[in-house]
Structures are given as structure tokens and as C-alpha cells.
């Protein structure tokens, strides 16, 4: 595409149209706007050159520094020989300007009443200056550009160069990358190749930036112009469509290129097409040339690895990708002689290098894969197994919706692209199915964990349970009593016996009972349920809740379906020892105003499973612990109301925005019981005390997770013991040891 005509959107102002209403006189200085912080100033008169001290109105501590160039006026008179121009440094806060003095013994000059436009001031200095227009704003425009742009100043900058025809030619292409560059393509006279320092000029923030430029010859251009081709380096707030034109420093001073009002914009996936079209034709400087050739071999959304002439392949097993771009990768990389020299996950202009911390394993099956294909066994020769890899990476959330793809890079600089589409799901979700993958004979697990699992799970964000559907069977008043929340998960059995026992006891028959399910069970079971309160006469809320894990999610979100001031949490894998116990907990929490009270738990052979919890400096690997698991049952139920380090979410009497006011349940954790403790000591840590209450007891077991087997959940509890010692350690050595706290 050839533009030729002259764009309205650039239109240099004539001389004469601002000339008849504005002019220079001798004593007197015309002021013009340049942004919120310059103001561009023009007069006749010899005044010294260079940064000058200037003094301004009757205010003798006002005294700032301008920049000053002089010129030889192109018709002298008797009153002036001399024009200057200034940039004068002002602010939002500055009184209206009268006067202004340049230098100690300097002469006056009063302001013009009126501020001009930058085209004004640009038709000023043309007429005054005359051949040395060009000198004079290229001096002007190289101190603007220097420093602090803003959309403003460029905007005046862009007036300037077109009032002294320093505008030529036009960008007829733009094209976005994947790369961090923007490709441009047009044609000039004033351009030449190498490298530029260029600027956008459009409606994001300005940033100065290098562009290298190569030339092309375009017969059909106006005589001495040229074909450009350039890339520049994106500003991130820059969009194709918003590029309005180019300013660049070339060889002859400040230059201004317009973007033609019918300009292609080409996409990311299309741009490597175009400059592979003209790259032949193209000449330059060879750093220039090597730069072009790169962008030509940039992503285009095709798989490109298994197309390489070397024994280099890839493939995914699973990416999975959490809140915030959080990522957790696993796959193969068969590459036996070493041809690949970078391996990078890239979304638009962000990039990730993986190969630097990866963790690999053997994969066997891969070599075995390769044994039969001719090209790839000469390569077979080392015996070498190490092609799996497993590896977490986060990529910016705000380009969820952009191509996720890998690059590989080989030692020859080409490049390879593997396209790959993430399965979105929670962080917990995805570490479970990882490592559900991974035989737990692999001696690699352990560096798996370690480097790559925790350091995922660390980085996840929570996501709040959402409640779907709320149903009352029958009559429900909360503000009574307590309600008591139970949460029942899909591994809990059948509650009805739990309901059974609630209304076998006076004060729980009569107490408000909220269940909150997963919504998958509430569809199941929400009628039945429904039935078996009004049997028993309870006053039962049912809580659908989206998005919960385990029985804390499902506690937070049955305590957002009320609105009273106290809640009595409770597992349904828990169940009373006894009656009374409600009754208890309420009588006891009413003497420890925004307490947590939590009961003794107990196994079924009289041994204690949670007594307390506290915290313990002589244990490296468990900074927090429950003194008296395992003891017989009676070695605490003679004990007094005792205070401890963090109380059991399972069954307790807290205040109920005791919840949104400690930030919610951590989604760092693969099981149950760190979760809890964790958001126990952060309670804890938010001003509310917990105790213990050994008179009263509820029995409950340790069930591992439907279909996890003794290895996997063992696997579990260590994950989530690091990543609770990675995080509590390091506070709680603190809160003991003051002197150890950093300065």
C-alpha cells in the first residue's frame, strides 16, 4: 500500500494563519503550553543562551532555570536582530506570569496576555527564524524528548516538527508481536538504517524506545523516499490500533512519520508472514538484519518442534493452571545430544524460562518410543533416560485469554513452538492430580515436592467457597441460640444418624442447625435431609455451597448464610460424647467474650486425638503441636479450662466473623489439618484467644480422602507440613525469641 497524499490528521499549519492574530514584538514574550510541568517561551531580544537563571514577576525567591536557544532573525530591525525560544519549568500551582528577567543584569520582558497553541508557537519561529527553523526546533525537541515525557508534551512535539515539514511519509503497516516488539513497514526520505531512538504517538503513555530499521527500495515511492521496515520495542500500554505515528531522532535531527488513516494492523499470529515477505529485500546492518530474521521466526500458533532436522521432540502430559496465572507443568523433552539451549513458557510478552528449574526423571517410555525411528537412533547410544521434567511457573493473570505456547531455543539460535491449551482448576486440585500421576517409588519425588509442588501450592490464591442455594426446612430463627454449622462433605457418610443424636438432646433439639454441602451432594440429598428435620422436629437450614474442598470451606460458607453474632462449628465426621455438650460451650464462651472454646476430641478407643494445640521451639519440623495426642482420654478430662496456642475449627464456639476478619481458610493446603491450624493461629494472631475445654467431648477417627491409598495420603500430610513450616517457622521463632527479630 502506497500513500502519497497528505493525511488531514497531519496537517502543517501555514504561516499565515496564526500570524495575523499572534506576533512577536520587541520587550515581549509569547508563552505556549507544553504539558502540566514546561511552558515553551518566544520572544525578540538578545538574551544569553544555554541553562539560564531566569527571575519571574515582583517575587525575588522565584527564581528557576531555563533553557535557551537564540537564532539570527531572517528580517532584522533596528529594535531586534535576535530571537530566542525557552523551556521554562512551571507547575499547576504557579500564579498567572507578567514578567520575566533572563540572567542577573538581563532585560525584562512582559508575557502576552493570551497563551498560544503549539501550532502558533510553531508558525512563530518558521516566519522569525526562517532557515534556521529546522536548527532551532530540533534543539528544542531534543531537550523535550529527553526526560518526562507525557502524552502532552509528544503531542507538541508532533506540531513542531510538522510546522517545519520535519513530517514525511507514512507507516502503512503495524503489526503486534509475541515478541515484545511492534512491527512497522512504510516509507520515507529522511530514514536510513540502523538503529533510532522512536516514540509512538498515540493515546498510552509515551516511552522513548529503540527501533531498528532496515530499508527496502520502492520504485513506486515519491522521488528520494524509501521502504522502511522496523521493529519497536512495545511499550505495554501501546495497542496497534491506538499507534497514531512515529517520532524518531534520524541522522538530520527529530523526525515525525503519520500513520495513514487506512493503515493494516496485523495480529500477532500474522506478523512473522509479512516480514518474511520483504526480508529478502531488506538491507541494513547485519545485527538489524538478524533481528528482522528473529521476528520472522516468531510464534504463528503451529506446532513447530516436530518439523526441526535434529532428534529434538516434546510432548505434555499435563498443564494445569490455577488463580493468577499460576502454573503447574509436566511432560518430555527428548533432546540426547544437547541441541536445545533454552526452554521457555510465553503468553503475549511474557516469558518464563523453565529449563533453569525444572526438576527431570527418567522416562524410559520415551526412549522406547524413539527405538524404532531411523533418523533419531544414533542418538540412542548414551543410555540416557532423564527426558521427563515437571515444573511450575506463573505468567501474567491479565493475559489468561492469549496463546500459551513453549519456545524452545536451540544452540544455532532457531526456533521451535509448541501450542498447549492449560486446564483450568483450583491450585489444590492440580497438585493432587500431579502427583497422583507420579509413582511414589520415584526417587525423584522428593525434588518434586520440595522445588516444585510447595512452591505452587505457596504461590495459589484462595478462592472463597460461593453459595448456590439456601433452603429452610421449616421454621428457622438464629438469634436464639448459636446455630450450629455443620459441614458435610462427599467423604462423610450419612449424617442421619448425626441428626439423630442432635434431637435425642433437649438444647440442640431447640438450637438452629445450618448443613452446608458440596452442591453436587445437595442435589442428591437436600429432599431427604429436608424430611428427616421435619421428622425430628429440628430447625435445619440446608446450604448448597460451589467450590468447596473439605469440611472448613463448607464451615465458611454455612457461616455466611447467617447473621447472628456466635456460631458453633462442627465436622460431620465428629459426634457428642454425650449430652450437654452444647450447653457447655455456650455457658462458657459467654464468660470469654469473643473467645474460641473448643472441646477435647477423642478416638473410640479412649485415646486422645486433639487435646490443644501449642507451640513447640524444640521441634524444627513442627513448630506446632498437640501435647497430649495419643494419652489415654482421662489423662486430660480432670484438667480446668485451659488456654492454648490454637483452637479446632472441627467443632468449636467462635464469633462468626471471626472468619472475614482473619482473611478466611488459606487454598495453600492439600488436606484438612494444617488448613485449620493455620487459620487457628491466625485467629490467635488477630486478638482472639482460644482455649481448650476438657469437660467436654466429641469422638471422630482419621479417614484418609475416598481412593487415597496409606502412600498417597501420607504424601499429603508431608506436603502439607512443609508448607505449614515454611510459613509459621520463621513468625513463631520471632514471636519467642524478640532479639532474633530483623531489624
Known sequence: MLVTEQSTAVSIPTAGKHAASRALRSGRVIGCRVDETTLLIIGLGRVPVGTVAVAIGEDPTDNRSAV?????????????????????????????????????????????????????AATLVLESAGSQSAAVIDRLVDILMADNLSHQRLLTVTALLQATQASDGF??????????????????????????????????????????????????????A?????????????????????????????RHIAVHPKKRIAGPLETPEHIRSILLRTHGAPEVLLSLRAAANSFEGKETVSSLPYPVRMGIDNIFEADGGNLLVSGWLYDPDGHVATVRLRRR????????????????????????????APSLRGEQHTHGFITQAQLPSEESGAPLYFELTLRDSRRAFLPVKPTRVSARLAAL?????????????????????????????????????????????????????????????????LMALLALDPETRRAPIVIAMPAERFRRQATRLGELARFYRLSVRLVSAKGAADFYDLLEAGTQALSCETVVPLSASLIPHGKGWYGKLVATTATLKGSIVSPVQAYEDYSVRWAGSWIDDDNGDQPVVGRYTGYPLKAVTGMTLTRIAAASL?????????????????????????????????LSRSGIDSYLLPSVQMWGCDNARD????????LVEEIDRKIFKSQWAPVLTVEKHPKKRPA
Open 68 to 120: 535557551v536557544s537564540e537564532w539570527r532573525l531572517a528580517a532584522s530591525s533596528p529594535r531586534a536582530r535576535h530571537g530566542f525560544a525557552a523551556l521554562l519549568p512551571t507547575g499547576d500551582a504557579d500564579p498567572a506570569m507578567t514578567t520575566i528577567q533572563f540572567g542577573e543584569e538581563g532585560a525584562h520582558f512582559i508575557f502576552a496576555p493570551r497563551l498560544a497553541s503549539a501550532e502558533e
Open 171 to 224: 507507516v502503512e503497516l503495524i503489526g503486534e508481536s509475541h515478541d515484545g516488539v511492534t512491527f512497522v513497514q512504510g516509507w520515507n526520505r529522511g530514514m536510513s538504517p540502523g538503529p533510532f531512538r522512536m516514540c509512538a504517538v498515540g493515546s498510552a503513555t509515551p516511552v522513548v524506545a529503540e527501533c531498528v530499521i532496515a530499508m527496502f527500495p520502492r520504485p513506486d515511492a515519491p522521488d528520494g
Open 226 to 254: 524509501s521502504g522502511f521496515v522496523g521493529l519497536l520495542d512495545a511499550n505495554p500500554a501501546d495497542r496497534a490500533l491506538d499507534i497514531e505515528g512515529l517520532v524518531f531522532r534520524g541522522r538530520a535531527g527529530w
Open 349 to 376: 510478552n511474557a516469558a518464563v524460562r523453565l529449563d533453569e528449574c525444572w526438576t527431570r526423571f527418567d522416562r524410559p517410555d520415551v526412549t522406547d518410543s524413539f527405538n524404532e525411528q531411523q533418523p533419531f
Open 433 to 497: 492430580r500431579q502427583i497422583g500421576s507420579i509413582d511414589p517409588a520415584n526417587c525423584a519425588l522428593p525434588a518434586i515436592v520440595d522445588t516444585q509442588i510447595v512452591p505452587f501450592l505457596r504461590r495459589s490464591g484462595r478462592s472463597a467457597p460461593i453459595i448456590d442455594t439456601v433452603l429452610d426446612a421449616g421454621p428457622f430463627d438464629e438469634e436464639n441460640s448459636p446455630p450450629i454449622v455443620i459441614g458435610a462433605g462427599e467423604s462423610e457418610e450419612d449424617i442421619a444418624p
Open 650 to 682: 472441627e467443632c468449636c464456639i467462635m464469633p462468626r466473623d471471626a472468619l472475614l476478619r482473619a482473611g478466611g481458610f488459606s487454598g495453600g493446603y492439600l488436606g484438612a489439618q494444617e488448613k485449620g491450624l493455620d487459620l487457628g493461629l491466625r
Open 707 to 714: 481412593g487415597d491409598g496409606p502412600a498417597m495420603a501420607a
